[in-house]
């Protein structure tokens, strides 16, 4: 609270004055009750919640001197439907929480003439909390935040004596302002989008309004040797533990270069699939692309963004087609470990390292780090960027790591090629970091550059 105080007595010192809060900063843990830590809730209550009621506080005896003032929540509308609480319902009460307060604060700072206003988007942003749901290949759905930042502009331009209390979408608030061209902020011009979450309206619905064809999207190629190819696959992988963790039947009904319809039982013992419908009943229906399906099991397409974009449709029982994710993350993982041996693994990227390792590169960084590595090529090995010449190879580091990292093998290898983000990675729990969380953000300039030179 002191530190808050602080801050806003700084920027008011610096500044004059207060005339704009905007309440943006925000967790996600988009994870249903059983799977949440109180410490994952405590922190989306602390940021989103105590975040925005306090700095609210603290800036507004000198928001009612200001000049037009405007609170403004980055919140959604509160939608009370089920389903935007159902499997994750810690972070839709943190969320909804922070537009409560537009609710009550509005009517509460109407005789100082304060706006308070909620802003929320239309579609998927490009953000780290996007990349970490849906994964960056999911971008091609997705605006670029200045769609947000215009809108931000546009809401707290507007005379806070009368405009308050509302729960704006941004592309409803730059109509208003005149704005017609909205390709300016798709990351890919054209392309459907994807509707974000708390909206009452389907990819289907937003992309028919917008004028965007669902075929745009194109269909995915006959990767990976088909359904067949990826049916076998899964036939691998059955074990009792995944028949006792998801025990559903699934029915796929598949269009395009491969039609047909397959069946996966995750239920009766010895479990598998293939193609024609189950013998039993099914408990969740899917309807998708063949091409589709095959990258979808790959890893290469989340299933998140394929059914937010209407690429997978689904009938049935909605919390067991999410516990399929299970079975589509190991054998992801085993591609990653396949990928990872074929490309020589982790002594082929420290020979890489190494060969780029630079003066400049020891000082910007300044570190050493040491990586536990997991998986199909498990190992300890060090990296240090701060004594010269630098460089790493495998075994601990001669002197103490000031960053301690736990990952995949595989992982390892992807995120020093830049097909992984290292925040993505952390978000998502596949990198633990133990140390100083300055010095691994640093790493990333060498990632940046061994991507650069397509390592």
């Not at 269009?255 to 069946?263: D, P």
Request: with cysteine.
């Amino acid at each position: 609270e002191d530190q808050v105080q602080s801050a806003v007595e700084q920027a008011v010192k610096k500044f004059g004055g207060i005339d704009v809060l905007v309440n943006n900063a925000s967790a996600i843990f988009f994870i249903g009750t059983l799977e949440t830590p109180m410490k994952r809730y405590d922190l989306m209550h602390d940021i989103n919640v105590r975040g925005t009621y306090l700095v609210s506080q603290k800036c507004l005896p000198y928001l009612k001197t200001g000049t037009n003032p405007h609170i403004l929540n980055i919140s959604p509308p509160l939608n009370m439907q089920a389903k935007w609480f159902k499997g994750h319902v810690a972070y839709t009460m943190a969320k909804y929480c922070m537009s409560m307060c537009v609710l009550g604060m509005a009517e509460e700072f109407k005789p100082d003439r304060i706006a308070v206003n909620a802003l929320w988007p239309l579609t998927a942003i490009a953000t780290a909390a996007m990349d970490m749901l849906a994964g960056p290949d999911g971008s091609a759905y997705w605006r670029k935040d200045t769609i947000m930042a215009d809108a931000v502009y546009a809401v707290v331009t507007r005379d806070s004596g009368s405009y308050t209390g509302n729960f704006a979408i941004d592309e409803d608030v730059l109509r208003e302002e005149g704005v017609q061209d909205f390709d300016q902020y798709a990351c890919v011009p054209g392309h459907p989008l994807m509707p974000d979450f708390f909206l009452n309206i389907t990819a289907e619905e937003m992309n028919t309004r917008l004028g965007l064809s669902q075929a745009a999207a194109g269909g995915a190629s006959q990767a990976a040797g088909g359904p067949a190819q990826t049916f076998e696959a899964i036939n691998a992988m059955m074990t009792e533990d995944i028949l006792n963790t998801i025990k559903g039947v699934f029915q796929f009904n598949l269009t395009g270069a491969e039609e047909g319809t397959w069946h996966l039982d995750l239920k009766n013992a010895p479990g598998g699939g293939g193609q024609g419908e189950p013998a039993n009943k099914a408990d969740v229906l899917m309807t998708m692309d063949s091409g589709d399906f095959v990258k979808m099991f790959a890893g290469e397409l989340q299933p998140t963004t394929a059914f937010m974009s209407g690429k997978l449709k689904i009938k049935g029982d909605m919390a067991m087609a999410i516990k399929l994710e299970k079975l589509m993350a190991q054998m992801a993982k085993a591609a990653s470990q396949e990928t990872s041996q074929a490309a020589g693994g982790p002594a082929k990227t420290f020979e890489a390292i190494n060969a780029m390792v630079t003066e400049d590169i020891l000082k910007t960084v300044n570190a050493v780090f040491q990586f536990n590595l997991t998986g199909a090529e498990e190992g300890t090995w060090h990296l240090d960027l701060k004594n010269a010449p630098g460089g790493g190879a495998q075994g601990e580091p001669t002197n103490k790591p000031d960053v301690l990292m736990t990952m995949d093998s595989g992982d390892f290898q992807k995120m020093f090629a830049g097909e992984m983000q290292p925040t993505t990675a952390f978000m998502s729990g596949k990198l633990r970091i133990k140390g100083d969380l300055a010095m691994a953000i640093k790493l990333e300039k060498l990632m940046g550059q061994m991507t650069k030179s397509k390592l």
